[in-house]
């Protein structure tokens, strides 16, 4: 191997280390699910999240989102122009944009999405909330999706239908805290129909029935989509099934915490226990072996844009990712040893329980 191409590769694999690391302290839900993904997908799939996930925190931050938005465009034609910034997020991204012809239509969505955030919107009805989920959610589903080989314009459509359930799920798990950030994503037109006045919600954000049953409402809908989106996944190769899988019972079970909690995410936050996931994750590979329904049905009329700008045929040099079942094998051995970590962990606490506090007699 010559120098520029060993540094070139040092320099490959401190972009993923630093991806993955966005990722395990950015979202649990997603880590959990992303351990499922074949090497060749994972690698990818770090480098497309480590890109969103900073993308969406340079909007979240107090100082002129505006511009921050402005920035991220810049950044976003450097590395199609493969001459990104000198971070490894950026030049890991546009690694895969190169590798995978990934159509710039749907980054590009994704920042419309962080735009329409930065300038305070909020949606006046559901159609609205649906929009916003196509640009922060789907559109990330969608470019999953040709990281998998996959350009199928059904499959492309169950992958925007899950995009918009899981920030369904994101919406009705944080009401509260986006009222408290000054926002509301539920649909304002909802709100008011049950009796609440969305701006007085947001001076004093109290949870109570009028609320409980728009966040109901709201999952409803996305239990619609998470039904929707089961056809999309068996087109998928199938060492990548596990994780899609996982990612659509992990956020899915959210929703049913917040139901359990009598759907109040104002002053409570529902969360998925390591051990649930685990459990989730061993259903996830046995639902990847069995055929998945069949469904025929056109992208929501929010999402069809990002169907729409996905070519069928990939462009030449783009890499094969075929998945085979042995894949799907290494994840069930996976399973096996997070779940010895879980036990181990366990163990640990139970000891740590059962040692005496320094202050109490031996």
């Keep these: 191997m010559s120098i520029p191409a060993f540094k070139q ?13 966005l990722i395990r302290r950015g979202s649990k839900s997603f880590y959990a699910a992303s351990l499922l993904l074949p090497q060749r997908v994972r690698k990818p799939a770090y480098a497309l999240y480590a890109f969103c996930r900073l993308s969406d925190d340079a909007v979240d931050a107090k100082d002129a989102p505006a511009d921050a938005v402005a920035r991220l465009r810049e ?31 749907l980054p590009e969505a994704l920042l419309e999405g962080l735009e329409w955030d930065s300038e305070g919107w909020g949606p006046e009805t559901f159609s609205d909330v649906c929009a916003y989920s196509a640009r922060v959610a789907s559109a990330v589903g969608a470019m999953m999706t040709v990281i998998m080989g996959v350009r199928d314009p059904g499959t492309l459509a169950r992958a925007c239908d899950l995009g918009v359930a899981m920030q369904l799920t ?20 909802w709100l008011r ?30 239990e619609s989509l998470y ?25 899915r079970e959210i929703g049913r915490k917040l139901a359990q909690q009598g759907f109040n995410s104002v002053d409570q936050r529902a969360v998925v226990s390591k051990g649930r996931k685990l459990a989730l994750l061993g259903e996830a590979m046995k639902a990847a072996v069995w055929p998945a329904p069949t469904l025929v049905a056109p992208p929501l009329d929010e999402t069809r844009f990002l169907v729409e700008a996905v ?47 320094p202050s109490q007699p031996v």
């Design 227 to 251: 039904d929707r989106s089961l056809a999309g996944i068996g087109e998928l190769p199938a060492d990548c099934r596990p994780a899609i899988h996982a990612a659509r019972k992990i956020y």
């Design 311 to 357: 070519p069928s045929a990939p462009q030449p040099g783009t890499p094969s990712t075929s998945g085979d079942v042995k894949s799907v094998e290494r994840a069930f051995e996976l399973l096996e040893e997070l779940a010895k970590r879980e036990r181990a962990q366990q163990m640990a606490s139970r000891q740590a329980d059962r040692s005496p506090s």
């Design 193 to 222: 129909e049950a009796g609440v006045d969305p701006e007085a919600f947001l001076a004093n954000p109290v949870f109570d029935a009028r609320i409980a049953a728009c966040v109901e409402r709201l999952l409803g809908e996305a």
């Design 170 to 189: 994101n919406i009705a798990r944080d009401v509260g805290e986006d009222a408290r950030n000054g926002r509301i994503y539920l649909p304002r037109q």
């Design 9 to 21: 590769s040092l320099q490959m694999g401190w972009n993923e280390t630093a991806c993955r690391e």
């Design 75 to 105: 950044r976003l034609d450097l590395a199609y122009a493969d001459t990104p910034k000198a971070i490894p997020a950026d030049q890991a991204f546009a690694d895969m944009v190169k590798s995978y012809a990934m159509p710039k239509a």
